[in-house]
């Protein structure tokens, strides 16, 4: 089998038709242009071309030996569904122009026609099968890149989420996903949509903390012209855009409660209002949402509209922090070195055992996505070939940098290359672990002492003592 993508291969094209002469000179003319060229004088032999070799483009004239032109094309397009066909009138009539398009012919030509005539047509062709094959080649890549084989681990705990995601991504069902900042929310939310039957359709994403609400509410639902000061042309909104494929709503309890409820309208009637219009659209979308709150906990912080999240949390999926599957550190790491290997153009590097010891010790408050920016940044310092050992690690992630007990703390606790609000969770996340821990060690694990100096509620302690996996360390 070639390796040769499809992209890369040449546009072929069958001409049909029982004038010798004209076969000859169409065959000539477009193989000067560089197209695989097939020639056929009879309708029955061309559909055993058709179905050897599955042509891109079918010339063929209207009244053939053998059987009717338009016969021949309810075949092709029966048994190839995207080769274009093109129709040869030998004489230009409207009806039987509209006929063949009715049936499926992509354009038609009337003899006598040009060289140039033919060359354009043609070109027009196979500019779209090549469009075609692009888009084809950007879904596999989609595809490969957000396959599961990507939701890289070996853990039970990831691989709860793997069993889950692989069961609900070919069904309509609402998915709830909830993680921490880091955890690859949205890979599993694309990873649901390419293995569903919506793959084909778009897939549409926001993040309902990056916009102020009436920005978010424009942004969802489009907006008519006029709707607002600089609302200068009609705009289709992300719901509208998305139909027919998977909408993605990212941080959903950061959205104001008046939204949540226009949100909850939308899901149960299927339909939206453009901000300042007065018709409604039809919308077709499978939701799948996250945050990177406890959504129970959501609720009753008053941040997230409980019959809302009755309507999304259909199927609830919630990702582990990285330091809770610390034994698929070593594999994520080897995963990311080889993209960025790849992609940095840094052939046969290797990690050492006692790097991988030492990225498996760290905690990674910022999760996967930390750990990528580590790699990344270990890549980019390295020679190709080069064995990485404990001198390329990071300081923060070393005992001398922070990563051990008794350590200095680490200084760089955010990623600025990462989006604000990210960012900001990330460095919540470190404080308000560490102040636990820090708070816990002087009470020697005693709760209710750790509150009343905190100035904070017991349940409150409780919360984050299962959040961030610490209750082996306290008692009552």
């Known amino acids: 089998m070639s390796d040769t993508p499809d992209n890369a291969l040449p546009v072929s094209v ?6 010798e002469l004209l076969v000859k000179s169409c065959g000539q003319i477009l193989s000067s242009e560089g197209y695989a060229v097939y020639s056929e004088g009879r309708g029955r032999n061309a559909m055993e071309v058709v179905r050897r070799h599955h042509p891109d483009v079918v010339l063929t004239d209207l009244m053939l030996p053998d059987m009717d032109g338009l016969a021949l094309l309810k075949e092709i397009k029966k048994l190839a569904p995207e080769t274009l066909v093109v129709m040869i009138t030998g004489f230009a009539t409207v009806d039987s122009s509209v006929e063949a398009i009715r049936a499926g012919a992509y354009d038609y030509i009337p003899k006598p026609f040009t060289a140039t005539q033919l060359r354009i047509l043609i070109g027009r062709a196979a500019q779209q099968v090549r469009l075609v094959r692009d888009n084809a080649q950007l879904r596999d890549q989609l595809k490969r890149h957000y396959s599961f084989e990507n939701i890289v681990g070996t853990s039970d705990a990831i691989q709860k989420v793997f069993s889950v995601v692989s069961r609900v991504a070919p069904t309509d ?11 690859g929310k ?28 009436h920005l978010l509410e424009s942004e969802l639902f489009g907006h008519e012209k006029g709707a607002f000061t600089g609302a200068d042309v009609q705009r289709r909104g992300l719901l509208e855009v998305a139909s027919g494929g998977t909408f993605f709503m990212d941080e959903i309890s950061e959205m104001s409660m008046e939204l949540q409820a226009k949100l909850l309208r939308v899901i149960q009637e299927r339909r939206i209002r453009r901000v300042g219009g007065e018709s409604e659209i039809s919308i077709d979308v499978r939701w799948v949402s996250a945050t990177n709150r ?7 912080d008053g941040v997230l509209r409980q019959d809302l999240l009755y309507r999304l949390n259909v199927v609830p999926i919630r990702l582990p922090a990285l330091r809770q599957r610390k034994e698929d550190i070593p594999a994520l790491a080897q995963h990311f070195l080889r993209r960025f290997a790849q992609e940095y153009g840094r052939d ?12 498996s010790e760290y905690d990674f408050p910022g999760n996967v996505r930390e750990l990528q920016n580590v790699v990344e940044r270990i890549v980019s310092m390295c020679l190709p070939g080069q064995e990485i050992g404990l001198e390329e690690m990071p300081e ?7 990563g051990g007990a008794g350590g200095v703390r680490p200084m760089n606790i955010f990623n600025a290359d990462q989006p604000f609000h990210h960012a900001k969770t990330d460095a919540i996340t470190v404080f ?7 708070l816990l060690k002087r009470h020697n694990g005693n709760i209710s002492q ?3 100096t905190a100035g904070i509620d017991r349940k409150t302690i409780h919360r984050m003592l299962s959040k961030y996996n610490l209750e082996s360390r306290v008692r009552e």
């Open 14 to 19: 069958l001409i049909v038709d029982d004038e």
């Open 173 to 183: 069902a609402s998915v709830f996903i909830s993680g921490e900042s880091g955890t």
């Open 186 to 213: 949205e890979l599993i939310a694309r990873a649901i949509h390419t293995n569903s039957r919506r793959s084909a359709r778009p897939f549409m994403a926001i993040n309902c903390a990056a916009l102020p609400d």
């Open 294 to 300: 406890d959504p129970d906990q959501a609720v009753r």
């Open 348 to 359: 046969n590097l290797r990690f050492s055992a006692e790097a991988l010891r030492e990225l």
């Open 396 to 402: 923060e992630l070393s005992q001398r940098g922070g």
């Open 432 to 438: 308000e672990k560490e102040y636990l821990q820090d």
């Open 450 to 452: 750790a509150a009343r």
